[in-house]
């Protein structure tokens, strides 16, 4: 079993940055990759960024491209998403998310096994 427990989160305004991070514990080293998802209300779960934990290579949603960033430290088993220039439309909970499975793809939500519980972001206008 690994375990998530995701923090960062907060209100900002419009144009403004935020950095989540998610910290796992447990079995992490049958984590291949992790990835962010993000839920806003009355809406379905949206992939934002994923990352491959060892060879690191990076995704994306488009929406999220030059304005995200995805990164992992391994010796503290953390994963972060940097935000900038925050608009509205970003406002969700956001969760943090693990799996084993190498080849599984990255923007499918059934392609982790394990959650976190989310935190929440608010962007104003």
């Known amino acids: 079993q690994v375990q998530l427990v995701e923090s960062g989160g907060g209100l900002v305004q419009a144009g403004g940055s935020l950095r989540l991070s998610c910290a796992a514990s447990?079995?992490?080293?049958?984590?291949?990759?992790m990835g962010w998802f993000r839920q806003a209300p009355g809406k379905e779960r949206e992939f934002v960024a994923s990352?491959?934990?060892?060879?690191?290579?990076?995704y994306y949603v488009d929406s999220g491209k030059g304005r995200f960033a995805i990164s992992r430290d391994r010796a503290k088993n953390t994963l972060y998403l940097q935000m900038d220039n925050l608009k509205p439309d970003d406002t969700a909970v956001y969760l943090c998310?693990?799996?084993?499975?190498?080849?599984?793809?990255?923007?499918?939500?059934?392609?982790?096994?394990?959650w976190g519980q989310g935190t929440q972001v608010t962007v104003s206008s």
């Open positions: 998310a693990a799996g084993p499975y190498r080849s599984a793809p990255s923007q499918l939500s059934a392609s982790y096994d394990y």
């Open positions: 447990g079995r992490t080293d049958i984590i291949s990759r």
């Open positions: 990352i491959s934990w060892v060879a690191s290579d990076t």
